[in-house]
């Protein structure tokens, strides 16, 4: 990408594109956008961020103690893969994870499609992997 007074010049796949300032912004943001996803569930939420790192947090939450931030998506399925068939807070604060992140953590593996769990009693919070 380039600049060319009042214009921008980029080149994708060998094309090359002349933009105002306002379309190459908005492009900027389509492609961060793209690559950085959101999913939100009943009481969690999920950031694929930009730079591969996965983030788990309370839905609505304001503060970072209310999240926990994996390197990638694929660290939190090895974790779920670890855990017994019926889990707590307690097996995954062994992670390393402390406070309230575990059980937000474990209702996130019960929310999200790609971990096959389900809630089985709610105090304590623990789950039950399907087969």
């Known amino acids: ?3 060319r007074g009042e214009s921008v010049v980029v080149t994708i796949d060998g094309e ?3 933009l105002s300032r306002d379309a190459a ?3 900027e943001a389509g492609v961060e ?3 950085t996803h959101r999913e939100s569930f009943f009481r969690t ?5 930009e730079d591969g790192s996965y983030v788990v947090e309370r839905r ?3 503060s970072t103690g209310n999240s926990a931030v994996f390197e990638t998506f694929e660290e939190v399925r090895r974790l779920f ?11 995954v604060g062994k992670s390393g994870l402390t406070g309230s992140r575990r059980h937000m953590l474990v209702r996130h593996f019960a929310e999200h499609p790609s ?9 304590p919070l623990r789950v039950v992997k399907l087969s």
Do not use: K, N, W
């Open 33 to 35: 956008d793209a690559l």
């Open 25 to 27: 912004a908005a492009l």
């Open 1 to 3: 990408m380039s600049a």
């Open 81 to 91: 893969d670890r855990m017994p068939d019926e889990f707590g807070a307690e097996d």
């Open 60 to 62: 609505g939450a304001e």
């Open 115 to 123: 971990f096959p769990c389900e809630i089985e009693t709610r105090s």
């Open 16 to 18: 090359t594109h002349e």
């Open 45 to 49: 939420a999920c950031v694929y961020r």
